[in-house]
């Protein structure tokens, strides 16, 4: 899960994330980004270990921030077009 470390709210966004991941038998990690270097740092980190799935928590940080002109777009979310 990508998190703000920033943000307030980031610990029990995790523990709770953490929580409901293990009553599922799910594999949880957190990743903290506070920076746009952060973000690539993470996604480059992501794509290199062939991660499927990023939940990202809600954070306006996260939704104003762009890839930077290494990354196309598509790098970071992929499309998804139902049949």
Do not use: C, W
């Not at 990202?56 to 921030?65: C, K, N, Q």
């Not at 290494?70 to 992929?78: I, K, N, Q, V």
Request: net charge negative.
């Amino acid at each position: 899960m990508l998190i703000n470390p920033n943000n307030p709210n980031a610990e029990s966004v995790a523990r709770d994330a953490r929580k409901s991941a293990r009553s599922l038998g799910l594999q949880f990690h957190v990743l903290n980004a506070g920076t746009d270097q952060d973000i690539d740092t993470i996604f480059a980190g992501l794509i290199q270990q062939r991660i499927g799935v990023l939940l990202v928590s809600a954070d306006l940080f996260f939704f104003s921030s762009r890839p930077s002109s290494s990354h196309s777009e598509d790098t970071y979310a992929p499309r998804y077009t139902p049949p």
